[in-house]
């Protein structure tokens, strides 16, 4: 499925493979994430505070993604933007901002990011909640 048929998310037809042993790869999901939770809450808790001593706004950001089967998934990332950066986004695109060519909103040097947010963008630590 593409664009060009018609289809707006083509991701919404892509099933995902069923495994026959669905259980053992659960369990197997589970404990790695566990265990990784477990060491990696000490950063994660760094910078969480980073985050916080930054400046105002949530340490999280939500968002919605799209799962298995089309359902959607709320999934949580480091705060890297500034508190209402949607709103700004609008006002940026406004005055020719945006690098990107499609509805997708980029720029190299996003005034939106926070000084933490750059380190932490660079490094995808910022990915780290949706463990």
């Not at 404990?31 to 969480?48: E, F, N, Q, R, W």
């Not at 001593?53 to 999280?60: I, K, M, Q, Y």
Request: one cysteine or more; proline letters at 7%.
């Amino acid at each position: 499925m593409n664009r060009s048929a018609g289809v707006a998310e083509p991701w919404l037809g892509v099933q995902a493979p069923i495994c026959r042993d669905s259980w053992a790869k659960r369990a197997l999901d589970v404990v790695g994430a566990t265990v990784l939770l477990l060491v990696l809450s000490p950063v994660i808790a760094v910078i969480s505070v980073l985050i916080r001593l930054s400046g105002p706004g949530p340490v999280f950001f939500a968002w919605d993604i799209v799962g298995a089967g089309g359902r959607r998934i709320r999934s949580y990332k480091f705060r890297t933007m500034i508190p209402d950066a949607e709103r700004l986004e609008k006002t940026l695109r406004e005055q020719g901002a945006n690098e990107m060519t499609s509805v997708y909103f980029k720029m190299r040097h996003d005034p939106r990011v926070t000084p933490v947010g750059r380190i932490l963008r660079k490094l995808s630590l910022d990915e780290l909640p949706s463990l």
